[in-house]
């Protein structure tokens, strides 16, 4: 927590568009540089930036740890349904042609949505992680 | 042109490693470390992979440098001052001739034949746009061609997850009973 009203205001100013900028790398993957890998990590970096800025704690009542925890398999077991889909729509394990009735669409759909399961995971290792170490000890 | 760029920013890595190495002040070794990463995104961003940059700038200049942050308030800002140990610059030394060794017979930079440029390499580049729509060669491979490996990937960044958090927890409950 920083009582530097420069830092606040910017960061106040900031956040709001580091998130925006997260889910445009997140979603616009497929076209420019960027995936779920580097739109965690930025969207992690969010709220880290909030939390160093206003304070841990005032974070955490925003965002109770627990639901990162939950983020984390979370985005891993999504990544992997798209996977079981496949199998169970009679083609091979991540194989998205069967996803849809154009293989080009089901290779789109099935990327979309793998890259979004990584985003998941990453930024909540990145938030949990955070928190545990940022916490102020109890 | 890009050249001298290069020549600068490896110039730049080089004097910012002397300075890791050499500083005793952890703060600021963390602080370099994230000027590094930058470094090797803006040299990424010479050689023309845009991916690789972007995850170099938001994790090694980003995240990590939050994360190491953390780990020095944990523990401490001072560097201990080691003593030297000759075992152990050997083993460096040797490490590292073999390594400089070692790239005496990578193939040229940029070399048309080097086995990454001939294996499945051209078929990702003249088939991945018409096989899977997907403009961006690189999410392509890495979420469709490569999609196991990448499933693989997560899992490792859910384990070292899983792993920070049951070591921070551990500590905080030592200290709880501490306390009591």
Do not use: C, W
């Not at chain 1, 205001?9 to 995936?35: C, E, N, R, S, T």
């Not at chain 1, 005032?58 to 496949?86: C, D, K, N, Q």
């Not at chain 1, 979309?112 to 940022?134: D, K, L, W």
């Amino acid at each position: 927590m920083t009582d530097d009203v420069v830092l606040r205001v910017l960061a106040k100013q900031m956040i709001p568009f580091i998130l925006l900028f997260a889910l445009y790398v997140q979603f616009h993957g497929d076209y420019g540089p960027g995936g779920g890998f580097q739109a965690g990590v930025l969207f992690g970096a969010g709220f880290m930036l909030y939390g160093m800025v206003f304070g841990v704690t005032t974070l955490e009542r925003l965002f109770p740890g627990g639901a990162f925890r939950i983020g984390i398999a979370a985005g891993v077991l999504l990544y992997s349904a798209v996977g079981i889909a496949g199998v169970l729509l009679s083609g091979n394990f991540l194989d998205y042609n069967v996803l849809a009735a154009d293989p080009k669409a089901g290779q789109h759909m099935g990327i979309i949505v793998v890259e979004f399961g990584i985003g998941v995971t990453v930024a909540a290792v990145m938030i949990a992680a955070f928190y545990a170490f940022a916490r102020p000890k109890a | 042109m890009s050249e001298i760029l290069d020549y600068v920013l490896l110039l730049l890595l080089a004097a910012t490693a002397i300075g890791i190495v050499r500083l005793r002040g952890l703060i600021a070794v963390v602080m370099l470390s994230g000027i590094y990463s930058l470094l090797v995104a803006s040299l990424f961003i010479v050689l023309d992979a845009p991916d690789v940059a972007l995850t170099e700038a938001a994790v090694g200049a980003g995240a990590a440098t939050i994360l190491m942050l953390g780990t020095v308030a944990l523990t401490t800002r001072e560097e201990k001052r080691a003593r030297f140990r000759p075992v152990s610059f050997l083993v460096v030394v040797v490490t590292g001739l073999m390594l400089i060794y070692g790239t005496s017979s990578l193939p040229p930079f940029g070399a048309e034949d080097a086995p990454a440029q001939v294996h499945v390499g051209p078929r990702y580049l003249t088939e991945g746009y018409e096989q899977t729509g997907v403009p961006n060669i690189v999410t392509a491979v890495l979420a469709s061609y490569r999609g196991f490996d990448t499933l693989g990937e997560v899992v490792v960044i859910l384990s070292a997850g899983v792993g920070v958090l049951m070591l921070l927890a551990g500590r905080r409950r030592a200290q709880g009973e501490k306390g009591q």
